[in-house]
């Protein structure tokens, strides 16, 4: 799919990927609402594309786990710009480390993570299906194909986030309905630093399990990759190669990649 003339929606656009989104997508000649929690973050991104691509893009505060939330972002996107083409569930949070997260810790990793993707899907899909065409583009998480050190909360909703754009995919995917997933590794952003910065050794070792395994990539290689896996139409956005490679030794022999990651672990967290 060619994204000139589309319309979009970009959660978790203040910034990181989602930012990096909204500058690719209106170079290529779409136009973007702007959506993120941080309704000043969000406002600020809309202005600066707008400033290199006039009457792009309109930013809008929102809080995505809110299916109310959503609907007001396809309303905007309908007046100002037409019906939605294009949606990508960007926002996420890195969660709370160990068991000791709370209900409230998962119920708010689910919601962000993971039913932020449902509900949009939900008010989309049946649109895109009475016109014939849509494209959906999840952001998972390389944690999603593989695991995450330190936050089974991000871990979890990561991997269920891969198995519902998966879901979409098989379900609608002859139907005119596009689904790509994006699973990165470590991409220079807030999210990236969350856990070093928090002063639990569980959240150090998450940060560093990610800035160890590979680049640390700039949120704007990340978009071109997945403008060019959307052209292309393909699933599976890997911006880091090595984690394809990762995912086949992992479902080649289970329990020896289970066995290498509590080694792995251990060099980061001595005594876990």
Request: glycine share 12%.
């Given at each position: 799919?060619?994204?000139?003339?589309?319309?979009?929606?970009?959660?978790?656009?203040?910034?990181?990927?989602?930012?990096?989104?909204?500058?690719?997508?209106?170079?290529?000649?779409?136009?973007?609402?702007?959506?993120?929690?941080?309704?000043?973050?969000?406002?600020?991104?809309?202005?600066?594309?707008?400033?290199?691509?006039?009457?792009?893009?309109?930013?809008?505060?929102?809080?995505?786990?809110?299916?109310?939330?959503?609907?007001?972002?396809?309303?905007?996107?309908?007046?100002?710009?037409?019906?939605?083409?294009?949606?990508?569930?960007?926002?996420?949070?890195?969660?709370?480390?160990?068991?000791?997260?709370?209900?409230?810790?998962?119920?708010?990793?689910?919601?962000?993570?993971?039913?932020?993707?449902?509900?949009?899907?939900?008010?989309?899909?049946?649109?895109?299906?009475?016109?014939?065409?849509?494209?959906?583009?999840?952001?998972?998480?390389?944690?999603?194909?593989?695991?995450?050190?330190?936050?089974?909360?991000?871990?979890?909703?990561?991997?269920?986030?891969?198995?519902?754009?998966?879901?979409?995919?098989?379900?609608?995917?002859?139907?005119?309905?596009?689904?790509?997933?994006?699973?990165?590794?470590?991409v220079n952003t807030k999210l990236l630093?969350?856990?070093?910065?928090?002063?639990?050794?569980?959240?150090?070792?998450?940060?560093?399990?990610?800035?160890?395994?590979?680049?640390?990539?700039?949120?704007?290689?990340?978009?071109?990759?997945?403008?060019?896996?959307?052209?292309?139409?393909?699933?599976?956005?890997?911006?880091?190669?090595?984690?394809l490679e990762m995912y086949r030794r992992k479902g080649a022999d289970?329990?020896?990649?289970?066995?290498?990651?509590?080694?792995?672990?251990?060099?980061?967290?001595?005594?876990?």
């Amino acid at each position: 799919m060619k994204v000139a003339q589309r319309v979009a929606i970009v959660t978790g656009g203040g910034g990181g990927i989602g930012g990096a989104l909204a500058a690719r997508l209106a170079s290529e000649g779409a136009k973007v609402v702007v959506a993120d929690l941080d309704e000043a973050a969000a406002r600020a991104v809309a202005a600066s594309v707008n400033a290199e691509h006039p009457g792009s893009a309109v930013g809008s505060g929102a809080d995505v786990s809110d299916t109310s939330a959503i609907q007001r972002l396809i309303s905007l996107a309908e007046s100002e710009f037409g019906p939605v083409d294009l949606y990508f569930a960007n926002a996420g949070i890195s969660g709370a480390p160990g068991l000791e997260a709370t209900e409230g810790d998962w119920d708010l990793s689910i919601d962000v993570n993971l039913r932020a993707h449902i509900r949009a899907a939900q008010l989309l899909v049946p649109q895109w299906l009475e016109r014939g065409e849509g494209y959906f583009v999840s952001t998972a998480s390389a944690a999603g194909l593989l695991t995450q050190i330190g936050s089974a909360t991000y871990s979890v909703t990561k991997h269920a986030a891969v198995g519902f754009a998966e879901w979409l995919n098989v379900t609608y995917g002859d139907r005119g309905i596009r689904v790509s997933c994006l699973c990165p590794m470590g991409v220079n952003t807030k999210l990236l630093y969350e856990g070093e910065e928090s002063g639990d050794a569980r959240g150090v070792a998450a940060t560093r399990a990610v800035t160890s395994a590979g680049d640390v990539l700039e949120p704007a290689q990340v978009a071109d990759d997945v403008l060019a896996a959307m052209d292309e139409e393909r699933f599976l956005i890997l911006p880091h190669a090595e984690v394809l490679e990762m995912y086949r030794r992992k479902g080649a022999d289970y329990d020896r990649w289970l066995r290498g990651m509590r080694r792995f672990q251990a060099g980061l967290l001595p005594g876990a």
